[in-house]
């Protein structure tokens, strides 16, 4: 990519074309404060993001930025893929609206897409990852009430996982500062440790409908779930009647390697859920489930007015298409096998990096310290990239990503840890 013209930069700006800022005359009213009409719910760096093409995003003083992060993981074909793209301005001329009170043939098709490369029969859709567990969880108890009672309607979590911010599924998730303020909590959620086999089998009671986890915990640091301690969940849902949900919100869709990320492990999940991956950065997320689950909802049982409209269907079939078709999947698995390994070698020789772990092209750093002002450092020098808890830089570039991106990626990745950890306290720069 080259970078942006004068003319770009302006148009991006707002600036008059022909003519840079500077040269604006003096006196100017001051720009006003940014975002004063926005609740400030999200702690934002100091970056306007204004146009992407693939691997790379602009800021609006038309500075050049690699990325990866994938706006959390969303935007897995790279900035405005093309034939995406392509099908979403088709649509656009198309319909883009309709209820769901009428047939929504593509709707029909990614279902289709979606249950013909996993082993759920089912789907259902909306618009993102929290409605899509918030189904899942609905789902969950409306099955049980039927085959249990009412009083079978309790979900098992676990700590460090990260579900959503609806009611109930900050509740389900796993961290204390997702629900400050929010109390009461709706009841019927129960976390325990993850790993602790233990701990679990004393929470699974007569109430407990379903458990529900992340193969690797993104948010909670970019923890993978062992094998050994899933098939036991496995086995003990199957021992107790519980329904397995496994939250594919940030793992799916390619991005650690396989489809999804419970294929890595050879089980089968009653429901699991998508959106990040799902639609190229069109909101959209779906909930998945097994034959057996589909009269659990009847009609009026569950709605959303946006889930799967005509133009959601169509950028949501495009995606999974595409990433069907460039073996997108396959890539990712090669390409994070490159790209850890990369880090492998560059880091290996501070003590300043704990481990290097992660699935596919879903890549946690965990640091001896805080590694907020390593994410800092990056933006200055072009790179975005982010954190997962205090210590953990994540890795989430697109899946098209090539070793020429990685390779510039890590130099500047490996100059800034080992810089950072040359003067953080002087104790880790051994
Ligand atoms: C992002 C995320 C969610 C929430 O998705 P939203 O679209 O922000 O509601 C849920 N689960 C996991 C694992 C996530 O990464």
Redesign the pocket.
């Given at each position: 990519m080259s970078e942006l013209t004068q003319t770009e930069q302006d148009s991006l700006t707002g600036a008059p074309q022909g003519r840079s800022a500077e040269t604006q005359e003096q006196g100017a009213a001051p720009a006003p404060a940014r975002l004063s009409a926005i609740f400030p719910s999200y702690a934002r760096y100091d970056l306007s993001l204004v146009k992407g093409k693939g691997s790379w995003v602009w800021d609006d003083q038309g500075n050049k930025y690699l990325d990866f992060m994938c706006g959390?993981?969303v935007t897995s074909l790279g900035h405005a893929p093309e034939k995406v793209g392509e099908k979403l301005k088709a649509q656009i001329d198309t319909l883009w609206h309709v209820s769901n009170l009428f047939h929504i043939p593509g709707q029909e098709r990614v279902a289709a897409l979606l249950t013909g490369n996993s082993c759920a029969d089912q789907v259902f859709f909306c618009n993102?990852?929290?409605?899509a567990?918030e189904a899942a969880i609905k789902l969950a108890r409306r099955y049980h009430q039927k085959v249990k009672g009412a009083d079978c309607y309790e979900v098992i979590t676990f700590e460090q996982s990260?579900?959503?911010?609806t009611l109930a599924?900050l509740t389900a998730t796993g961290q204390a500062k997702v629900k400050e303020g929010f109390l009461p909590l709706p009841a019927g959620f129960k976390t325990v440790p993850l790993h602790d086999l233990e701990a679990l089998k004393a929470a699974i009671t007569e109430h407990t409908a379903a458990i529900m986890l992340?193969m690797v915990l993104?948010?909670g640091g970019v923890l993978e779930v062992q094998q050994e301690f899933l098939d036991a969940v496995v086995a003990l849902c199957k021992e107790h009647g519980l329904l397995l949900i496994v939250?594919e919100?940030?793992?799916g869709m390619g991005r650690t390697g396989k489809l999804f990320a419970h294929q890595h492990y050879g089980i089968e999940p009653d429901i699991f859920?998508l959106?990040?991956g799902v639609a190229s950065g069109f909101p959209a997320?779906v909930m998945l489930g097994k034959g057996y689950l589909r009269e659990a909802f009847s009609p009026g049982s569950h709605a959303s007015t946006f889930g799967g409209t005509p133009l959601s269907a169509a950028v949501m079939e495009a995606t999974i298409e595409t990433m069907l078709e460039d073996k997108l999947p396959e890539r990712a698995a090669e390409m994070g096998d490159y790209l850890s390994g990369l880090l492998r070698e560059k880091l290996a020789d501070t003590p300043f990096v704990k481990e290097i772990r992660g699935k596919g092209l879903l890549i946690g750093i965990e640091c001896k310290e805080p590694v907020a002002e390593i994410v800092l450092a990056g933006q200055k020098r072009g790179l975005l990239f982010v954190q997962a808890g205090p210590n953990v830089i994540r890795l989430l570039p697109n899946l098209y990503v090539t070793t020429a991106e990685i390779d510039q990626a890590v130099d500047i990745l490996s100059e800034l840890i080992h810089t950072y950890a040359n003067t953080a306290n002087g104790e880790v720069s051994s």
């Open positions: 959390l993981a993102s990852g929290a409605e567990n990260f579900h959503g911010r599924t992340e993104a948010e939250d919100v940030q793992t859920t959106a990040k997320g």
